[in-house]
T-cell receptor
Framework: EPEVTQTPSHQVTQMGQEVILRCVPI?????FYWYRQILGQKVEFLVS????????KSEIFDDQFSVERPDGSNFTLKIRSTKLEDSAMYFC???????????FGPGTRLTVT | GESVGLHLPTLSVQEGDNSIINCAYS??????FIWYKQESGKGPQFIID?????DKRQGQRVTVLLNKTVKHLSLQIAATQPGDSAVYFC???????????FGTGTSLTVIP
């Protein structure tokens, strides 16, 4: 069964550093998403991406964040200058359409020290 | 912003019993709902969904009930098994937008 994959599973970085989280969505999906989950809290939407552009973003997704689909398979989330409060699980998801079932990857745990 | 909340943060049930997990949502414009299961160290896994034109939907051992009058959603798991132990989230979507709003989650523990 096809699944969303994410790398790395755990990323440790120092405050102020840039990080890139990588995702490979399900191959025939057209919509891609990033969510984050701070430890013990609910899953929060960051951004959705369709047709090579951002279609929706939340207040969390400020200028420090960017997304990119550099090729036909990868979808990345970049945090330009990490802050302590960026420490969280970051989930990538994909779906065939908008407003339908989204399939989640296993997540990347980002720890900012 | 939108608010999706759960009535109980934790739930313990005996193996073989039925489980009911509840969720309240605040936005009457929400028209699509999903229940997700999240096991430790994993991403949310789709369980079942329901659209606002329905009030009940059944899957394998799971049933989702939607009461739009009181903006309430529930997930019923029949004959709960140890493998059902996880955190369960409801998530709502508005007008086929791309964003899902997740609740805080209920931790279900199945006692063998």
């Amino acid at each position: 069964e096809p699944e969303v994959t994410q790398t790395p599973s755990h990323q440790v970085t120092q405050m102020g550093q840039e990080v890139i989280l990588r995702c490979v969505p399900i191959s025939n999906h057209l919509y891609f998403y990033w969510y984050r989950q701070i430890l013990g809290q609910k899953v929060e939407f960051l951004v959705s991406f369709y047709n090579n552009e951002i279609s929706e973003k939340s207040e969390i997704f400020d200028d420090q964040f960017s997304v990119e689909r550099p090729d036909g398979s990868n979808f990345t989330l970049k945090i330009r200058s990490t802050k302590l409060e960026d420490s969280a699980m970051y989930f990538c998801a994909s779906s065939k359409g908008g407003g339908v079932e989204q399939y989640f990857g296993p997540g990347t745990r980002l720890t900012v020290t | 912003g939108e608010s999706v909340g759960l009535h109980l943060p934790t739930l313990s049930v005996q193996e073989g019993d039925n489980s009911i997990i509840n969720c309240a949502y605040s936005n009457s414009a929400s028209d699509y709902f999903i229940w997700y299961k999240q096991e430790s160290g994993k991403g949310p896994q789709f369980i079942i969904d329901i659209r606002s034109n329905m009030d009940k939907r059944q899957g394998q051992r799971v049933t989702v009930l939607l009461n739009k009058t009181v903006k309430h959603l529930s997930l019923q798991i029949a004959a709960t098994q140890p493998g059902d132990s996880a955190v369960y989230f409801c998530a709502e979507n508005i007008n086929t937008g791309n964003q899902f709003y997740f609740g805080t989650g209920t931790s279900l523990t199945v006692i063998p």
